[in-house]
C-alpha cells in the first residue's frame, strides 16, 4: 500500500538489522524480547519481523481501524473511483474504508493526497488493486500482532524492555496531513526517556542529535522527483542512542 515515507525500498536492510538485534537481545537476558513499532504506517518493516510478541501503533486511529478490519477478514476493493475518493474524503465512509482510500488511492500515500488516477504509461495501472494485494499480503504474516492507536510521545508502552523501531515524520518534511505538527525535539527527548527506562529504541532519519549514533546506512531513492523527473537520492539511517557500532547491511540475512 502506497504510503507517505513508507520503507518499501529500505525494509529488508531495517528489518534485518532490527531481527538480529532483536535476537542478540533475547540471548543475553534468556527470554523473548516484545518489539514495538509506535509509527506503523503501511506496515514495510513490520512485514519482515519475526517472533512474538509483536504490537503496532499509529496516531492516525483510522489506519488503525484498517489493519484491525483486514486482520478481521475485511476486504478492501480492488476498484476505487473518484466518486469513491469523494466520498471517503467527506466523511461517508468507515474509518477503515476511509484509510484504504485515503493513503491507498492518493498521490505518493499522501493522506487525500488527491485521487491517483490509473496510469499504464508509468506502470500504475490500477492504485487500489495494488493496495489491496500489498494489505492482505502482510496481513497474513501479521496475525498475531496487537495493533493499537497511541501517540508516542505521552502513551503507555505495551510492555517492559521493548525493542521500538520509531519511523517518525522526518525533520524539516511537511509530516502527515491530518494529525499534529509533529514535534521532532520532543520525539528525541521521548527515545532518551525509554532509553533510560529499559527500552531499546532504533529510529529511522536522515540525522540525529549529537548523542546518538548512526548504526546503519542505506542509499535510496526518495519518491520526490527532481526538475529533471528523477527521483532524488538520499541516504536513510538507523540511529540509536549512546555510542554504538556502524554495520553493514549484508552482515543479515533478510
Not at 43 to 48: A, D, F, R, S
Not at 63 to 71: D, E, G, K, M, T
Not at 78 to 95: F, P
Not at 215 to 226: F, R
Request: charge should be positive; glycine fraction near 10%; include cysteine.
Amino acid at each position: 500500500m502506497q504510503y507517505l515515507g513508507g520503507k518499501s525500498r529500505t525494509r529488508n536492510e531495517i528489518a534485518g538489522y532490527l531481527n538480529w538485534l532483536r535476537a542478540e537481545m533475547a540471548k543475553e537476558r534468556g527470554t523473548a524480547v516484545p518489539y514495538w513499532e509506535p509509527f506503523v504506517g503501511a506496515g514495510w518493516v513490520l512485514e519482515k519481523i519475526k517472533g512474538q510478541p509483536i504490537y503496532a501503533s499509529d496516531a492516525n486511529g483510522a489506519l488503525i481501524a484498517l489493519w484491525r478490519a483486514v486482520q478481521k477478514g475485511w476486504q478492501p476493493p480492488t476498484v476505487v473511483t473518484e466518486e469513491d475518493y469523494q466520498r471517503a474524503k467527506d466523511g461517508l465512509m468507515t474509518a477503515y474504508e476511509t484509510a484504504f482510500i485515503g493513503f491507498g488511492v492518493s498521490h505518493s500515500g499522501r493522506w487525500f493526497g488527491g485521487y491517483a488516477k490509473p496510469n499504464p504509461a508509468e506502470g500504475h495501472s490500477n492504485y487500489a488493486e495494488t493496495a489491496h494485494v500489498s494489505l492482505l499480503t502482510k496481513i497474513n504474516k501479521s496475525d498475531n500482532v496487537t495493533f493499537f492507536t497511541a501517540d508516542f510521545l505521552t502513551c503507555y508502552i505495551p510492555a517492559y524492555g521493548c525493542l521500538i523501531y520509531c519511523d517518525p515524520p522526518y525533520a524539516g518534511t511537511a509530516g502527515y496531513k491530518g494529525l499534529p505538527k509533529f514535534n521532532s525535539k520532543a520525539f528525541w527527548q521521548r527515545v532518551r526517556w525509554l532509553e533510560n527506562n529499559g527500552h531499546t529504541v532504533v529510529v529511522s532519519e536522515y540525522a540525529a542529535p549529537d548523542d546518538f549514533s548512526c548504526v546503519l546506512e542505506m542509499p535510496t531513492l526518495t519518491d520526490v522527483a527532481t526538475k529533471n523527473g528523477k527521483r532524488e537520492r538520499r541516504t536513510e539511517r538507523l540511529f540509536r542512542y549512546g555510542q554504538h557500532a556502524n554495520v553493514k547491511p549484508k552482515l543479515f540475512n533478510f
